[in-house]
């Protein structure tokens, strides 16, 4: 069973950056693609950025695109989401997810981590 565990989260004044980590235990993630996903309150949870298990393929949201850089360590265990020039829109909280099939920035993925909370405001 994989296990996901997103940490990074916090407190950014707009402009700012913070870098997410996706940690798995379990299983090693290196047959697993990766994607980032938020949801901020009262909205519905949005693909954010995806990566490919063998780290060749990225995907970004129009509204993060420049500004977020997926990546990956296999050797870690871990995808990390690097995000800068963060906007006050930015804040959510930012979840996880891997699957062996590629679905990008679709919801269908296997396994989900607990959600780290990224606030934007000064």
């Known amino acids: 069973q994989l296990q996901l565990v997103e940490s990074g989260g916090g407190l950014v004044q707009p402009g700012g950056s913070l870098r997410l980590s996706c940690a798995a235990s379990g299983l090693s993630l290196e047959n697993y693609a990766i994607a980032w996903f938020r949801q901020a309150p009262g909205k519905e949870r949005e693909g954010v950025s995806y990566i490919s298990a063998s780290g060749g393929r990225t995907t970004y949201a129009d509204s993060v695109k420049g500004r977020f850089t997926i990546s990956r360590d296999n050797a870690k265990n871990t995808v990390y989401l690097r995000m800068n020039s963060l906007k006050p829109e930015d804040a959510a909280v930012y979840y996880c997810?891997?699957?062996?099939?590629?679905?990008?920035?679709?919801?269908?993925?296997?396994?989900w981590g607990q959600g780290t909370q990224v606030t934007v405001s000064s």
């Open positions: 997810a891997a699957d062996r099939l590629n679905w990008e920035l679709a919801m269908e993925y296997r396994y």
